[in-house]
């Protein structure tokens, strides 16, 4: 014999059934908030930090515009340093005025000019110079001329940002 069940304690059951249904998988949760806090410590640096150097004062600006990830030339007091090798002493280079560029320097230039581009080797490529601010316009100008010998065409100058002083008064 089948025992009749009412309709409230059917209705009971069937609640009881739906509410043992699976909980939230937390494994599944944590690992997307890992990948999440992975991506954006990756990408959350959108300025570009030029390299440091404590032997090197920049001159300063109050130019608004972010310098552009560039090959890096610095002049310290002493040497040329390009992407962090030094290349020439200054020294030497100011003692010899019979060349107008810097050999060492046309040198490795040229040398990393290859790995440029091809549409950046058409129009020129993109160097950004990062020069102590006592150093003499004689040597500027002879790093200058050297750059546009090795088709370094888009010189920037890196420069310390200060900030505008409120007008008026």
Known sequence: MKKEVSRRARRMDRHHRMGKQGGLNLVSLMDIFTILVFFLLVNSSNTQQLPSNKELTLPQSVAKKAPEETLVIMITKDDIIVQGRKVADIGTLLASTDEENVP??????????????????????RITIMGDENISYELVRRILKTCQEANFTKIAFAATQIANKPSGG
């Open 104 to 125: 060492a320097l046309k040198e490795e230039l040229e040398f990393l000019a290859q790995g440029l581009s091809p549409q950046q080797q058409k129009t020129g490529g």
